[in-house]
């Protein structure tokens, strides 16, 4: 599986020639699902779900097709009947090729007087990889390599590095990193590293990485 960064929250995994992107946002580039054969949405907050893009994306192939949560399946699928599945915690299925399940069932409290949404988590080929969205969501299964959000308004350096600690990961790749400076991206790779408990690791926009 070729693991490739996008900007913030999304990342493209192909495997045998197919091509699944997760959470392509706002932040991330626009040509972030060109030539993917599925997209996998998280929830609904801008930075993770773009509407017109992923209209575009369903109008430009008719094969094309979408697993999400209902709060963003709701936006979608009467223009798109039968393409944009509705998905939640427990819910296993094959996109692309790749075979998900579904973990987690709301965001992480960003402030007790901000309404919680929906959030779910993709675990993907049976653990090696997990997506969590805007969760701190721990599956029920061993995980090789963790997407990592890094930093957002709903988490604290303490809360990411407990998190680490509890998935237990072989890896942890960087997501959720578009409001992180290249001024405290040190910090955080050195404590992150120091008291994870396992390899930390960075992509920039682009980069790639074999799994």
């Given amino acids: 599986m070729k693991l490739t960064k996008k900007s913030h929250a999304c990342v493209r995994l192909e ?37 017109g893009r992923l209209r575009a994306f369903l109008e430009a192939d008719p094969a094309a097709a979408i697993w999400t949560l209902k709060s963003v399946a709701e936006q979608l699928s009467a223009a798109f009947p039968g393409r944009v599945h509705t998905v939640g915690h427990g819910d296993a299925f094959t996109a692309a090729g790749f075979d998900v399940q579904v973990h987690g069932e709301l965001h992480a409290v960003i402030h007790p007087d901000i309404p919680r949404v929906t959030n779910v988590g993709y675990l993907v080929d049976g653990g090696k990889l997990f997506h969590p969205g805007d969760a701190l969501t721990v599956p029920d299964r061993p995980v090789e390599t963790l997407m990592l959000p890094v ?14 600690r509890e998935v237990r990961p072989r890896r942890a790749y960087d997501i959720h990193d578009a409001l992180l400076t290249d001024l405290a991206r040190p910090i955080y790779d050195r404590q992150i590293g120091a008291l994870g408990g396992t390899e930390h690791l960075r992509l920039a926009p682009g980069g790639s990485a074999e799994l």
């Fill in 15 to 51: 495997k045998d020639g197919r091509v699944l992107v997760l959470d392509p946002g706002m932040f991330s580039e626009q040509d972030a699902t060109l030539g993917a054969d599925a997209v996998l949405v998280t929830h609904e907050h801008p930075d993770h779900f773009d509407e």
């Fill in 151 to 164: 930093m957002a308004p709903w988490n604290k350096i303490s809360e990411v590095i407990d998190y680490v």
